[in-house]
Each structure stands twice: as C-alpha cells, then as structure tokens.
C-alpha cells in the first residue's frame, strides 16, 4: 500500500525550513528519501532503517518513528537546488519498496 | 561506474506497436527493478528481479507487458501492443539489496504512444 505523503507542494524563500512527512499504514522496516528533479530519474538521499538513529548530513537530515509508521525529512536553510519532487519509499522487510507520490518543493530567491 | 543505463531516452510509437526498452544495471547489483512513473499514480513498481531471476511481477498492468533478464547486465520490458495509456516514463533501477541499500534509478524512458 502507497504511503502517504504531507504536504504536496511546499514553497519556501531561501533559508527557510521544511518538513517533509511520510506516513504508511503498514509495519515498516525501512524508510528511504529520494529526491528527483524535472526531467531527470529519482536520486537516493538517506535511509533510515528499523531500530536506526536518525539520519542526516549537511542540512537534510531525517527520522522514522517506528512505532507511528511515519518518517519526516528535514531541509533546513533551504538553497536554491533543493527544489525537486521528494519521494518517500516504504518496505516491510524483504520487499521492494513502495513510493509515495511525492512532495513538490520549490524554492525561491 | 556509469551507472543505471536505459535506453532509449524517448519513444514516440503508434498503438498496436510493439516497444521494447532496455536496461544495464550496475555492475555488482543483485536487484533489478522497473517502475513506471505518472501524473496519477505516481512510481508503480511493475516486476523485480533477483539474481537474473523475476521474483515478483505482480505490479505488471497486464499481458501486454512482459520483461526478461537473460543475463546479470542486462534487461528488457517490452510492451506488445502498445496502447495510449502505457504512455508514461518507465525507469529502471538496481541495487545491492532489497531494502538496506539505496536503489539508483536510470535516466527513464519517456514513452508516448499516440
């Protein structure tokens, strides 16, 4: 089942803050971040895995709060070449992953 | 490495057409996997492979569409006939493992059938 992803689109000016929510109706085992551009295929930021601390380098770090089923991605001071489509991908231990429909992040000057 | 290499980048073909696009996995990766990605549904993973063998094909929207992995760096989907709504990108991605590794996705094929 596709986790559900909060918000849909955000806009932000440079150097704000986002969060980015995932939420999944099923037992997770591990959480991945991806982040895709216009036009160009999905990139791996982080994975955050069952019993894992929260993950994070540079400005984008994130969580998974296993007991809840949900992870957030966390981009702070916000540059320019953040802007993408971020997608969370779900699994429940030993199967593929299964993608939200993403969040559209723009953000501006 | 060069990556996750898919071909072609775009297709434009007529419905009842057959289209077949490709794909090289990263040497080294066990796991293979093809998505289609649209506006509605978004990433929908369509079959997996695992050592060259198809483990799951159950996301695959029907008879019209099949996929083959003869050999470690190579694989195909191939779509028999086409119709309008197959039009969307299709990406290949491949890993080291299932869940534990991050999955690194190809260029895409654009596919538009008209």
């Known amino acids: 089942q596709q986790p559900v992803q909060s918000p849909q689109a955000v806009i932000l000016r440079e150097g704000e803050d986002a969060v980015i929510n995932c939420s999944s109706s099923k037992a997770l085992y591990s959480v991945h971040w991806y982040r895709q551009k216009h036009g160009e295929a999905p990139v791996f930021l982080m994975i955050?895995?069952?019993?894992?601390e929260q993950k994070g380098h540079d400005k984008i770090s994130a969580s998974f709060n296993e007991k809840k089923q949900q992870s957030s991605l966390y981009l702070t001071a916000s540059q320019l070449s953040y802007s993408g489509t971020y997608f969370c991908?779900?699994?429940?231990?030993?199967?593929?992953?299964?993608f939200g429909k993403g969040t559209r992040l723009s953000v501006i000057a | 490495d060069a990556g996750v290499i898919q071909s072609p980048r775009h297709e434009v073909t007529e419905m009842g057409q057959e289209v077949t696009l490709r794909c090289k996995p990263i040497?080294?990766?066990?796991?293979l996997f093809w998505y289609r990605q649209t506006m509605m549904r978004g990433l929908e993973l369509l079959i997996y492979f695992n050592n060259n063998v198809p483990i799951d094909d159950s996301g695959m929207p029907e008879d019209r569409f099949s996929a083959k992995m003869p050999n470690a760096s190579f694989s195909t989907l191939k779509i028999q006939p086409s119709e309008p709504r197959d039009s969307a990108v299709y990406f290949c991605?491949?890993?080291?493992?299932?869940?534990?590794?991050?999955?690194?996705f190809g260029s895409g094929t654009r596919l538009t059938v008209v």
């Open positions: 991605a491949s890993s080291l493992r299932l869940e534990i590794y991050g999955y690194t």
């Open positions: 955050l895995l069952k019993g894992g």
């Open positions: 040497s080294g990766h066990d796991y």
């Open positions: 991908g779900t699994g429940t231990g030993n199967t593929p992953l299964v």
